[in-house]
């Protein structure tokens, strides 16, 4: 048996799930100021009567590292930085209590200049003096050469042992400096209270006799046991949308292009899936305004839902961007597009009257009929959202290419079905198809597919191998690896050994089963050359696991 | 200068072409903007919201036939590469005149200035001349009538050179190495446009070694003050990065923080690269440098990691050559509406220059004659009796036909008639006869052999 729960910002669901049928899910309202009760209070209502050695896996999404953020309760972190020509930090806007430190290695990863090992001790002691006891270490082309930073944390923990240290080129291989910094800077800020969180769940869990390994999602839908996410918490940010992603996607187990709408009470949220596979957001994931390392599905989240608050501007009725409260149904003090449905199909929720009258409330002053209103309000309803998925298809068409082969088959798709997710998909999704001429897909379980994602989501790494024979080293983009290689290493042997190292990292987190389920995602390979002859080559490739479901889950059942 | 309004970001199109090469070692190589791709990903400039990063995009056939003339087709002589850069270049053209950037950068491979209107083949590592394949666009779609293209890479633009030497209202502008030291050997003082067109292309001769100081004193004392009695519509930079200390092909002492300080000055409404061959030492450095002073960000903190151990200080012979030269192309150019007059009426019924052209890449040698029909109202129609020889066997000999932008009706009515009249007579001296239309925006070519014709 496997328990999937969804931690969102109002509400967390959860699902017990069993050979891909659903045998019961709970819901209740999210205690944003203690998230465990919220998620034992689903946990007891699924495991009642149910043998606690029969559930083989627990996995959640959480809003918590979001909260910490975004709510500045994150600990007082300092930002150390080795950044070496180029963009001057000093007159940017970064983060408080960052420092400069003098020291330089290129994109071949060469030392280009030595680090100021002065200005480090420098900054170990202000950081100390201000009572700052998280720091990140965060060197330009730390992935190509982590000399610098390494060198910059062992200085800074020699003289302040008691320093929480996180370094740029553990968080992030991928090239860019700015999301780097930023990612290791958030990551040292919420480390510590994502460990206390981790630990009381994992603790609270035994207390109740599970025993199954914990795995946490993240950002990029898959994902990872509870013990890796203590050195990544930052990658369980946006864990609820990409847990409504996974659940279309387990929905649906095909090779289609499928657009999933996640209609909910004050948003609608857009994710792609291409021919089977869900699309990333180009740039990472954006965190309080900072682009950042983390991979995260491409959604786009409209302030549109199904109770929107409807109201009458002038002679134009407006639907949202807020919510006021619940549809008027369902006792709410304004018309919502719930109430539009509700009314156009009979009142099949709550009270019809109440639908009804709030929706007179617009209609009489505009002249029209309840009907021409609620059907207007449907229509403005499914306008927006069919051209904001036409927005989304566009930007994806329009990506940068770097190759002729890339420009010339320029990726265009057709679009086979809408999945829709959350409690106003059934009555709204069908309108949205039927818009852009193709199939709708509304699940029984549409209502509960984040709890359902989270539960099947298997877990996900990506790794990309950059090789220099010329300077004989290889990295990974992953955990600060590196190391030395022969001067005959090829392509085949750059392959080899990324393959290699991803089943390492996969044994290592006890994750063995899924290692075979890698593919490679990147290979690029050029010459260096130096006058007319060729002195090397430089290799990058990338293997994933990509987002998939685990082994157990076929399909569902209902 | 006219200034529009539109939003603060410069748009960037980025486009390696990492699977595009002349030859495996040739500088022009998949591995030209590799470690520029490195920099500029790992500085994450893209992130910034001063930057808007364009997707690149095919130029369709018939942007390259509104300047080239392709033998024996445009398909044959634009691979799709060039048909990206090109299209690259018109992308950033489209963005500025629809408002959506102040400014752009085609940071784009293979590059164009060597490529003139006749193409034979493959010349100083190009083909098809970008800056005018998007010029022609910003004219044909956008109406723009004047324009200044200043070519600041270390060779002559001798292409964009001569697409524009007719030409009045296209201000030609190329600082470069001494043509006796450096390919393609042209771009000397006297070399100052078409009869009709005069002064309205300027050649500054660098000495090698001119630094940082040298260039920046051409720009302020010639560039600048020309542009602004010239006053074009946009500013496009043909910006070359081999003037670089580090540049294998040639023996100029500029730096990043020169280039940078240039496109500041200069301001350029779009930027196009062009060559550069120093692809670690100074390409990741020019480029962000080029990206940054477009975007006025600071690039005080931006130089080579061996920018220190050298002085770009101009030595005081090499500044008086400088201040001569810039000297005495003042004036030419201050005087050039009286010159271009004067020889109006000196000229007969039609002008006439002999040429040979010399393809480096592909050994191609080709004779031109061309003749440029002197007319009071107009820069007059264009035609080009062009024969080349391709080594021992292959000889190709072709006739083309310009009708400028700016061509009155009767200029117009008499190229056109002067094409039927070729494909007429059909003499067999010719294989393809050509017309460049660009008043209608209609190209044709004429295949003498199968007397069949295409239109574009």
Redesign the interface.
């Given at each position: 048996m496997l328990i999937g729960i969804d931690i969102g910002g109002t509400s967390t669901d959860g699902v017990l799930l069993q050979e891909g049928k659903i045998l019961s899910s709970a819901k209740c309202l999210t205690d944003e100021t203690d998230l465990q009760r919220s998620i034992f209070t689903i946990i007891d209502e699924l495991t009642q009567g149910v043998e606690k050695s029969n559930i083989t896996r627990v996995a959640l999404s959480t809003t918590l590292v979001t909260n910490i953020l975004a709510t500045g309760k994150g600990d007082k972190t300092a930002l150390v930085l080795i950044p070496g020509p180029g963009l001057n930090l000093k007159n940017m806007q970064l983060f408080p209590h960052t420092f400069i430190i003098d020291g330089a290695s290129d994109f071949r990863g060469r030392i280009i200049e030595p680090l100021n090992e002065e200005q480090v001790k420098k900054a170990g002691k202000l950081i100390s003096d201000a009572g700052i006891t998280k720091a990140a270490v965060v060197g330009k082309f730390s992935p190509r050469n982590s000399e610098h930073e390494r060198r910059a944390k062992e200085i800074l923990l020699k003289e302040y042992p008691k320093l929480e240290i996180t370094v740029g080129f553990e968080i992030s291989g991928q090239l860019n400096f700015l999301r780097r910094m930023a990612t290791a800077y958030y990551t040292a800020m919420t480390q510590e209270k994502w460990a206390k969180f981790a630990v009381s769940i994992e603790k609270a869990l035994r207390d109740r006799g599970i025993n199954s390994p914990v795995s946490i999602l993240k950002a990029d839908g898959g994902t990872m046991p509870l013990s890796i996410s203590l050195e990544h918490p930052c990658e369980t940010v946006f864990s609820g949308p990409a847990a409504s992603v996974m659940g279309a996607f387990a929905l649906t187990m095909d090779e289609e292009t499928s657009v999933v709408v996640d209609i909910g009470g004050t948003t609608t949220d857009l994710a792609l899936i291409l021919q089977g596979k869900p699309l990333y957001a180009s740039k990472g994931a954006i965190i309080e305004g900072h682009y950042t390392s983390i991979r995260s599905f491409n959604m786009l989240s409209i302030a549109l839902g199904g109770d929107s608050a409807v109201r009458l501007a002038g002679a134009q009725v407006t639907i949202g961007p807020d919510r006021v409260g619940l549809a008027a149904c369902f006792g709410g003090p304004i018309a919502t597009p719930t109430d539009a449905i509700n009314f156009l199909e009979d009142g099949e929720l709550g009270e019809l009257h109440l639908s009804q009258e709030a929706l007179e409330k617009i209609a009489a002053p505009l002249g029209i009929s309840v009907k021409e209103l609620a059907e207007l309000i449907v229509n403005q309803f499914v306008d927006s959202v069919e051209e904001n998925i036409k927005k989304m298809f566009k930007a994806w068409e329009e990506e940068p290419a770097y190759k002729v082969y890339e420009v010339v088959n320029k990726r265009s798709v057709q679009l086979d079905k809408v999945v829709g997710i959350g409690g106003a998909a059934k009555a709204f999704v069908p309108l949205i198809s039927k818009r852009l001429g193709c199939r709708s897909l509304v699940h029984s379980y549409a209502q509960v597919a984040n709890a359902l994602g989270a539960a099947v989501a298997r877990p996900t790494l990506s790794l990309i191998l950059h090789a220099d024979t010329q300077e004989k080293y290889y990295n990974l983009n992953f955990g600060g690896i590196s190391g030395k290689i022969p001067s005959n290493f090829n392509l085949d042997s750059a392959k080899e050994m990324a393959k290699k190292h991803l089943e390492e990292i996969m044994a290592k987190r006890g994750l063995v089963q899924f290692a075979n389920q890698s593919e490679f995602f990147l290979e690029e390979q050029f010459n260096t050359i130096s006058g007319y002859s060729t002195t090397g080559k430089l290799f990058d490739i990338g293997i994933q696991i990509a987002p998939g479901v685990i082994n157990e889950f076929r399909e569902v059942r209902s | 200068m006219k200034k529009r309004l539109c939003k603060e970001r410069t748009g960037l199109?980025?486009?390696?072409?990492?699977?595009?090469a002349i030859s495996?070692?040739h500088p022009e190589?998949?591995?030209r903007l590799?470690?520029t791709?490195?920099?500029l990903?790992?500085?994450?400039?893209m992130?910034l919201p001063q930057i808007l990063?364009?997707?690149?995009?095919?130029a369709e056939i018939k942007d390259i036939a509104r300047v080239h003339f392709c033998v024996p087709d445009i398909e044959f002589q634009a691979?799709?590469?060039h048909l990206?850069a090109a299209g690259s270049a018109i992308a950033i053209a489209d963005s500025l005149m629809k408002g959506e950037i102040k400014n752009g950068f085609a940071l784009v491979r293979p590059p164009g200035h060597h490529a003139m209107r006749v193409v034979h083949g493959n010349r100083g590592f190009c083909n098809i001349n970008n800056e005018a394949v998007m010029v022609e666009h910003l004219r044909k779609v956008y109406g723009i009538k004047r324009l200044a293209i200043i070519d600041t890479d270390v060779h002559h633009g001798d292409g964009t050179q001569d697409i524009y030497w007719h030409d009045p209202d296209v201000l030609f502008i190329s600082f470069h190495q001494d043509g006796r030291t450096l390919f393609p050997g042209s771009g000397f003082m006297d070399e100052l446009g078409g009869p009709l067109a005069f002064g309205t292309t300027l050649n500054i001769p660098l000495p090698p070694g001119t630094t940082d100081e040298g260039i920046l004193f051409v720009l302020d004392k010639l560039v600048l003050p020309v542009l602004d009695i010239f006053q074009p519509e946009l500013v496009i930079n043909s910006a070359g990065q081999d003037n670089h200390y580090k540049d294998?092909l040639a023996n100029m002492n500029f730096s990043t923080q020169g280039y940078a300080t240039l496109n500041k000055k200069l301001a350029p409404d779009i930027a196009v690269l062009e060559g550069g061959y120093s692809i670690?030492t100074a390409l990741?450095?020019i480029n962000?440098g080029i990206i940054?002073a477009m975007a006025g960000?600071?690039?005080?903190?931006?130089?080579?990691?061996d920018y220190y151990k050298y002085s770009f200080k101009e030595d005081s012979k090499r500044l008086k050559i400088l201040e001569t030269m810039v000297e005495q192309l003042f004036e030419v150019f201050n005087k050039r509406e009286v010159i271009q007059a004067n020889n109006r009426e000196k000229a007969g019924a039609f002008y006439e220059r002999q040429r040979h052209i010399f393809y480096d890449t592909d050994g191609i040698n080709e004779k031109q004659l061309e003749t440029v029909k002197v007319c009071p109202s107009c820069p007059g129609y264009i035609t080009i009796d062009s024969q080349a020889s391709h080594g021992r066997s292959k000889n190709s000999k072709i006739y083309c036909i310009v009708i400028p932008i700016q061509a009155c009706s009767d200029c117009q009515e008499k190229a056109r008639e002067k094409y039927e009249k070729k494909l007429m007579d059909n003499s067999g001296d010719f294989q393809y006869i050509y017309l460049q239309d660009r008043v209608a925006d209609n190209y044709r070519q004429y295949d003498c052999r199968k007397q069949k014709e295409i239109v574009l």
């Open positions: - | 199109v980025f486009f390696p072409a990492f699977d595009w495996p070692t190589r998949e591995e590799l470690y791709r490195d920099q990903f790992e500085e994450g400039i992130d990063q364009l997707e690149p995009r095919l691979t799709k590469a990206i294998p670690e990741p450095y962000m940054m960000i600071d690039y005080s903190n931006l130089y080579e990691p």
